[in-house]
């Protein structure tokens, strides 16, 4: 690879290029080897400091990026809104700047408002203090290093020794579920359509409107993107199913009837995917309502499932990201 890393935060995907991409991929796959040894632990960013910033609740990425930074030998500082001074009136770009204080080199934050990242980055940048900031999750914008892993997670389940963004060309690949309020679905879109892949959406219209089938659209890639209100018409012949997670605050504002009726019209069972590919592997990022977007024999298959491969590899696509991004400072 003839070009170098100097991406100094990682916010969005709408704009990375495919090289980006397959640094990230063949990087994650270097540590997915360490992480398979005794020692799963290497120097590469020791004396560096990475702040977890999480304004709302996490399990998965929350513990993803603390056991990525003390696998790469970094110091981790956590962050608990709960028990913080914004209880007491301090702003959120004062926080960010008490850690700089501290001699954070990186941040990785996650706020339910869409954006808080971006503004901690630029405000870093204006300080010229050369932190990095890393998106975890921004309200209903983009979650970038999720889309990332799942990426990882597709490419080496076609070739565990060599994964690339090319392998998934031609590819079909369906996601279902709340789309329109989903950061995960909006980074993945980047990434998928990115790879050439086929990419279906499958939802009810008040959970995916029409006019999202122009989200794509704009950039020089050419990417294919088909929206459907009905879930056989997006998996028939799929080989991958990424299903999301249906936050149930959704029926109190009367974008859905019942749960139980959502999983009738587009819940993923093993009858349904009879119509996929005969190979077709199933993707969540979770957490997962079991019975609701996934039953549970399907979840919990590991000829069909892919979800306990996504959390393993949430950790060395994390450390890549951490790894690359304080390498270029």
């Given at each position: 690879m003839s070009e170098s890393w100097n991406r100094r935060h990682v916010l969005s995907l709408c704009d990375f290029e495919p090289w980006e991409y397959d640094a990230v991929l063949q990087t994650a796959n270097s540590f997915r080897e360490v992480?398979?040894?005794?020692?799963?632990?290497?120097?590469?960013?020791?004396?560096?400091?990475?702040?977890?910033?999480?304004?709302?609740?996490s399990t998965r990425t929350r513990s993803s990026f603390e056991l990525a930074a003390k696998r790469l030998s970094a110091d981790i500082l956590n962050f608990a809104a709960g028990s913080s001074s914004l209880t007491k009136g301090e702003t959120i770009l004062d926080t960010a700047k008490t850690?700089?204080?501290?001699?954070?080199?990186?941040?990785?934050?996650r706020h339910q408002e869409a954006g808080v990242p971006a503004a901690i980055a630029a405000e870093m940048d204006r300080l010229n203090c050369g932190v990095g900031v890393l998106n975890a999750g921004?309200?209903?914008?983009?979650?970038?290093?999720?889309?990332?892993?799942?990426?990882?997670t597709l490419c080496t389940t076609i070739d565990r020794s060599q994964p690339k963004l090319s392998l998934l060309k031609g590819k079909k690949i369906a996601i279902v579920g709340d789309i329109l309020h989903s950061r995960?679905?909006?980074?993945?879109?980047?990434?998928?359509t990115a790879s050439g892949a086929e990419v279906h959406l499958a939802a009810p219209p008040t959970l995916l409107p029409a006019a999202f089938a122009e989200f794509v659209q704009g950039t020089p890639i050419d990417r294919q993107l088909f929206i459907h209100w009905k879930l056989d018409d997006a998996i028939r012949d799929a080989d991958f199913v990424m299903t999301l997670r249906l936050q149930k605050e959704r029926m109190t504002s009367h974008l859905l009837p019942s749960l139980r009726e959502y999983h009738r019209e587009f819940g993923i069972t093993r009858d349904r995917l009879k119509i996929c590919n005969p190979h077709v592997r199933v993707l969540h990022p979770g957490p997962t309502n079991r019975g609701v977007e996934l039953s549970s024999d399907v979840m919990d298959d590991p000829n069909m499932s892919l979800v306990s491969e996504q959390v393993t590899n949430g950790v060395a696509v994390r450390m890549a990201l951490l790894y690359l991004m304080g390498s270029s400072r």
């Open positions: 992480l398979s040894r005794r020692t799963k632990k290497v120097p590469t960013l020791q004396g560096q400091v990475v702040t977890n910033l999480f304004f709302e609740p850690y700089l204080a501290m001699g954070t080199d990186m941040m990785v934050i921004d309200g209903q914008h983009e979650h970038p290093s999720q889309a990332l892993l799942d990426l990882f995960v679905a909006r980074s993945n879109l980047w990434s998928l």
